[in-house]
């Protein structure tokens, strides 16, 4: 993603390295939409699931190579400043793709809610396309700020959303727990819900991190325009 040559001018370098960070972003971004895409479809998703696995697997490796490279401009001589920008940035970049890591997680359950035939009530569906819906605008306005652009304005609406996230996700786990308790109750399909809600209440904690490293760097680090 970025060159091998040697790190003779950082302040350049962190302007390419938080652009590629935006660029993980619209892939993570990408990846949640086409996840939601696949929960509505009918028929096989073979291929679809495939994709998405080629998805996160790009994003593992952007990953590793992103941070090498932050690891190697640390290892230079650095400003305190460039340092300390660096080292938010590479928890920007580990917190995203362990989205990613969500994301396909869900796709995985996707796949053996099909191949067991497991179903969820009309209501329990309304539920979590509301959820998926919330959590997406989380993680829209985070990977639009990923560079360290976030307002105060901004920041205070990323926590209000984290904070109906965590509602959200604690109201729907006591209502599985519920049906739990009922005779006709179908285990599985209860037991495969509460999984997917839960990595839908993590992408909201990767969120809610990614968007307070970004607002720290937006406060504590000088701006350096591109010529």
């Known amino acids: ?3 091998n040559t040697r790190v003779d001018t950082p302040e350049l370098y962190l302007i390419t390295i938080k652009d590629e960070v935006k660029k993980m ?7 949640f939409r086409d996840y939601e895409e696949l929960c509505f479809k009918k028929g096989d998703i073979t291929e679809d699931v495939a994709k998405l696995k080629k998805t996160e697997d790009y994003a593992d490796q952007m990953q590793e190579q992103l941070i090498d490279f932050c690891v190697r401009m640390l290892q230079d001589s650095q400003s305190p400043t460039n340092a300390a920008t660096l ?5 920007i970049i580990d917190e995203t793709e362990s989205i990613t890591d969500s994301i396909f997680n869900m796709t995985k359950l996707n796949e053996s809610k099909r191949k067991d035939d497991l179903h969820f009530s009309e209501h329990a569906k309304e539920e979590l396309a509301n959820f998926n819906q ?3 605008s989380f993680l829209e306005l985070v990977t639009e700020n990923l560079g360290g652009t976030l307002t105060p304005g901004e920041m205070s609406i ?3 959303i984290e904070n109906d996230i965590n509602n959200m996700h604690k109201r729907l786990v006591a209502n ?3 049906h739990l308790g ?6 599985k399909s209860e037991m495969l819900y509460l999984e997917v809600i839960r990595h839908l209440e993590h992408i909201g904690d990767f969120s ?3 968007a307070e490293t970004a607002f720290s760097i937006q406060k504590h680090t000088p701006t350096l325009q591109a010529q």
């Open 208 to 210: 809610l991190n990614i």
């Open 134 to 136: 919330l959590t997406y």
């Open 176 to 178: 599985t727990h519920r």
């Open 25 to 31: 972003g619209e892939l993570t971004k990408q990846m």
């Open 87 to 91: 080292q938010k940035l590479i928890r």
């Open 1 to 3: 993603y970025i060159g």
């Open 182 to 187: 009922q005779p006709d109750c179908d285990l």
């Open 158 to 160: 990323a926590q209000r």
